[in-house]
């Protein structure tokens, strides 16, 4: 039977605050976010073969590369992620092998603003860990998938996502310079929980976005003293602890007002981060029914959600119709990354 390790972690929302765990920002001003992990998932599966070959597969886009076992693996094309996380765990921890296939899934396409592509290599290195028995913590894991992605890759983030994906469930998150960062879980009553899933509504605009560019534009701002894009950021960080205090005590109904708080601030970070048909679809849950939401991740595209209180969700959801994008269902999560052996139970 050929040994198998498999591991999931979850993509999260960001509630509040995000973009503030951008450096220069945090390292400068200090930054602070409030997320939470959604039953969509990144899943890993690690298989030992014999056959000489390490095989990169992605099956959500159903793209693979293959590569003989002394050969130098570019992290060059579409699978850089797959490849730069097998290269760093390989320089970190080299082990022999006469073969590795390793398969990844991930329920939302990268881009999405969902922290898919971070959630991906969390899960990675979970799966790895697993088969290598890797003493890692869970900052240890977050603080190792930042440098891969960050770091080694250069792709151009924040250092929510990361965290978020490995300890799972609400976080309210803080970040300072020489990459300081404080997870402080928040126990969130069950009800609290069912009241916010039955009233978000998360809708993928089916809008394609470059997040790189807009975070370019965020980081120069930064540099560059932009006043307004600066003061903008600090109303973000305000949010994220307007939000917590709203979740921790149950006043649920100041969400939808914190978001749009957020959103009319988030839109003088960066230029890219809203554009007109973002904002209709924006203006339209509004009008029916909808007392705030947002643009995830970066922005520019991807996700966005919507607060629905009392019954409005079921108005707001047909008022989307209008606009050529899915509305997807989710529940909240309390774990984050989870690795185990799938060999005893596969055939």
Not at 71 to 77: A, L, P, T
Not at 137 to 164: F, S, V
Not at 270 to 276: E, F, G, P, R, V
């Amino acid at each position: 039977m050929q040994q198998i390790y498999r591991s999931r972690a979850p993509l999260r929302l960001g509630l509040a605050g995000g973009g503030t765990d951008v450096s220069p920002y945090s390292d400068i001003y200090g930054g602070a976010v409030l997320n939470a992990t959604i039953s969509l998932f990144a899943y890993v599966d690690i298989e030992k073969t014999d056959n000489g070959i390490i095989e990169f597969i992605a099956k959500d886009y159903d793209i693979s590369e293959s590569y003989d076992l002394d050969s130098d693996i570019s992290v060059e094309g579409q699978l850089n992620l797959l490849k730069g996380v097998y290269n760093r765990i390989m320089t970190d921890y080299p082990f022999k092998h006469n073969g590795l296939r390793i398969t990844t899934y991930v329920e939302a396409p990268p881009g999405s603003g969902l922290g898919s592509s971070s959630t991906l290599v969390v899960a990675l290195i979970g799966a790895f860990a697993e088969m290598l028995n890797l003493p890692f913590g869970e900052y240890d894991i977050a603080q190792y998938a930042y440098e891969i992605e960050r770091i080694q890759l250069n792709l151009a983030g924040g250092k929510q996502d990361q965290y978020a994906a490995t300890f799972g469930g609400f976080n309210y998150m803080e970040f300072y310079d020489e990459n300081k960062i404080i997870v402080n879980p928040l126990r969130v009553k069950p009800d609290y929980c069912f009241e916010m899933e039955k009233n978000f509504v998360l809708f993928y605009t089916s809008q394609s976005r470059q997040s790189a560019s807009i975070i370019e534009e965020q980081v120069n701002n930064v540099r560059n003293k932009n006043q307004e894009s600066i003061e903008a950021m600090h109303n973000i960080k305000i949010q994220a602890q307007m939000m917590k205090e709203a979740i921790l005590l149950g006043d649920l109904s100041k969400i939808g007002e914190i978001l749009d708080f957020g959103h009319q601030h988030k839109s003088k970070m960066a230029s890219k981060i809203n554009n007109a048909q973002l904002q209709s679809i924006y203006d339209t849950a509004i009008k029916a029914g909808a007392t705030g939401g947002k643009i995830s991740g970066a922005g520019g595209g991807g996700f966005m959600m919507f607060y629905c209180p009392r019954t409005s969700r079921y108005d707001v959801i047909k008022a989307l119709k209008a606009f050529n994008g899915n509305v997807i269902p989710f529940l909240f999560t309390s774990r984050g990354l989870t690795s185990w052996s799938g060999s005893k139970y596969s055939l």
